[in-house]
Nanobody, 117 residues
Framework: VQLVESGGGLVQPGGSLRLSCKAS????????MGWYRQAPGKQRELVAS???????KYAGSVKDRFTISRDNAKNTVYLQMNSLKPEDTAVYYC????????????WGQGTQVTVSS
């Protein structure tokens, strides 16, 4: 199983980035997918999630700025991040979760997002 994130980088406040996470080795369409982030000295937190059925949830701090989406044909989940703030700086991780039978969850290696002028 592999979850490979891409799209991170350095961006100025107010800018945008789109993260991608391509999954392999799982039945992607059956998995709930999520984006988490971890800033230095802080706990990992859920940013956004999308269920296998397409239902989305967002952390209050990113609602109306970030959009999570999935393309089951490409086994890929995206996180569109707009109006970025310095406090969005963190390592962003992709997560998959399957709870239909035998529970399984996997993590990507993370991608750094830095918001700074």
């Amino acid at each position: 199983v592999q979850l490979v994130e891409s799209g991170g980088g350095l961006v100025q406040p107010g800018g945008s980035l789109r993260l991608s996470c391509k999954a392999s080795g799982i039945f992607f369409s059956d998995n709930d997918m999520g984006w988490y982030r971890q800033a230095p000295g802080k706990q990992r937190e859920l940013v956004a999630s999308i269920s296998s059925g397409g239902n989305t949830k967002y952390a209050g701090s990113v609602k109306d700025r970030f959009t999570i989406s999935r393309d089951n044909a490409k086994n890929t989940v995206y996180l569109q991040m707009n109006s970025l703030k310095p406090e969005d700086t963190a390592v962003y991780y992709c997560n998959s979760e399957y709870s239909g039978g035998v529970y399984s969850t996997y993590w990507g290696q993370g991608t750094q997002v830095t918001v700074s002028s």
